[in-house]
């Protein structure tokens, strides 16, 4: 009776850690075909304060290259702001933290901060030498939900409780 109950319990697992295999690529499978909003253009001010665009640097052009949206750099006058439009869930969309630590920044976390429109967003400071930053970022769907975090942000694109395309916002700015 225990050998049965062990087979059963065993093969319980076993369809359990196989559906939960499966259910992300049946998941991406229905982002790739669904359709997503047209790129209508840059912003032209971000909270508040207009716009102007910068060149995008080497990197960031090689970025693009598979990545599914586009990618524009701009200055507040104060501030370096990241913005990628995005068309499909994807594992292109990196956080923030991991760019500026490939850059050769040390990241500490910081406590999260709210936009002006009470939105969260995720913080932490990038230090390099002399040079210290606080960089905050966060993403946007069409239906106005926003998150502080690139991966709490994957999987609901993936799963098709956010719809879209999104926008990402990464601020950067001096300390």
Same mark, same amino acid.
């Given at each position: 009776m225990d050998r049965v109950r062990s087979l059963s319990a065993l093969a319980a697992f076993l369809i359990a850690a196989v559906t939960a295999a499966a259910v992300p690529l049946? !998941?991406?499978?229905?982002m790739v075909t669904k359709a997503a909003g047209e790129f209508g253009g840059?912003? @032209?001010?971000h909270e508040g304060r207009a716009l @102007?665009?910068?060149p995008l640097s080497e990197r960031e052009v090689a970025f693009l290259r598979d990545?599914?949206?586009r990618v524009g750099r701009f200055s507040d006058g104060r501030r370096e702001i990241i913005i990628r439009f995005v068309s499909a869930a994807t594992r292109r969309l990196h956080p923030a933290a991991d760019c500026f630590r490939a850059?050769?920044?040390k990241v500490v976390p910081i406590?999260?901060?709210r936009d002006r429109s009470g939105a969260t967003m995720g913080c932490f400071r990038a230090l390099r !030498?002399?040079?210290?930053l606080r960089v905050c970022e966060m993403i946007r769907d069409e239906r106005g939900g926003s998150f502080s975090d690139v991966s709490?942000?994957?999987?609901?694109?993936?799963f098709g409780s956010s719809p879209a395309p999104w926008w990402s916002f990464v601020v950067a700015e001096r300390s």
């Amino acid at each position: 009776m225990d050998r049965v109950r062990s087979l059963s319990a065993l093969a319980a697992f076993l369809i359990a850690a196989v559906t939960a295999a499966a259910v992300p690529l049946l !998941g991406h499978a229905s982002m790739v075909t669904k359709a997503a909003g047209e790129f209508g253009g840059w912003p @032209t001010a971000h909270e508040g304060r207009a716009l @102007t665009e910068l060149p995008l640097s080497e990197r960031e052009v090689a970025f693009l290259r598979d990545f599914p949206g586009r990618v524009g750099r701009f200055s507040d006058g104060r501030r370096e702001i990241i913005i990628r439009f995005v068309s499909a869930a994807t594992r292109r969309l990196h956080p923030a933290a991991d760019c500026f630590r490939a850059s050769g920044y040390k990241v500490v976390p910081i406590p999260a901060m709210r936009d002006r429109s009470g939105a969260t967003m995720g913080c932490f400071r990038a230090l390099r !030498g002399s040079e210290e930053l606080r960089v905050c970022e966060m993403i946007r769907d069409e239906r106005g939900g926003s998150f502080s975090d690139v991966s709490a942000w994957y999987w609901h694109a993936l799963f098709g409780s956010s719809p879209a395309p999104w926008w990402s916002f990464v601020v950067a700015e001096r300390s």
